[in-house]
């Protein structure tokens, strides 16, 4: 059956998260706290302590999503990271966001491998491709800034009520593609097998489990 749709997942399919952007991030947030007169009198964490709540925050996010296959709003997500810390959800704030946003553009996202932008690209002349994929605790609107060609389109959790590994979410994707004929058609690429693997084969897509950076260059070959 002829492929005619590529799905691809964002994170550590794409690319992964800049070490460097998690470094600034909890020095800036610690920084906005003590600004903010945010600390409660008898807190006030280290930079690493910061980070190790929000690695913590992120897991559960990512946990609660997984089993209940619904998406958490990414203000939600910051708020529930507040609370971990003791802090406020009043200094949960625009100035917040915009630096989360300003060091997120600054620190960008490593891509995966080398060829991995050329070759979705090089797919983009042939197939329809959509970045289909969870946002994890950055929001769609940042993560759209990382436009590959222009040609490919975006569906993210945060656009739906869903998020992987819910099939609810795959339906949605092929809901609004009128020209996907059947799900035959279809192949999605993702890195983890229980939140893309496992929902697309269920759902009588085509899967390919992209296990390290070096398997990108096994796709088109998988197409021919």
Known sequence: MQITHITIDFWNTIYKSNPDFAKHRNDH?????????????????????????YQNTKALVNQLEFD???SIPVPVKHAMF??????????????????????????????????????????SKE???????????????????????????????DDSV???????FFTEYSHSMSNLK????????????ERDITPALTM????????KPEDWLNIKTLLL
């Open 29 to 53: 947030v610690r920084q906005y706290f003590i600004d903010s007169n945010a600390w409660p009198s008898n807190i006030e964490l280290t930079v690493g302590e910061i980070g190790e709540v």
């Open 68 to 70: 209940y296959g619904k």
């Open 82 to 123: 507040f609370g971990k810390l003791g802090i406020d959800t009043k200094y949960l704030t625009a100035e917040y966001f915009a630096i989360q946003a300003s060091l997120f553009k600054k620190y960008p996202p490593l891509v995966m491998h080398k060829d991995t932008i050329e070759i979705i690209s090089d797919l």
């Open 127 to 157: 197939y329809a491709v959509t970045i289909l994929s969870n946002t994890g605790m950055v929001s769609n609107s940042l993560l759209r800034n990382f436009i590959i060609d222009g040609e490919e389109e975006y569906q993210f959790s």
């Open 162 to 168: 869903f998020c992987k590994p819910s099939q609810a």
């Open 182 to 193: 059947q799900k035959q058609n279809w192949l999605h690429i993702g890195d983890d097998y």
């Open 204 to 211: 009588g897509v085509k899967a390919f489990h992209l296990t």
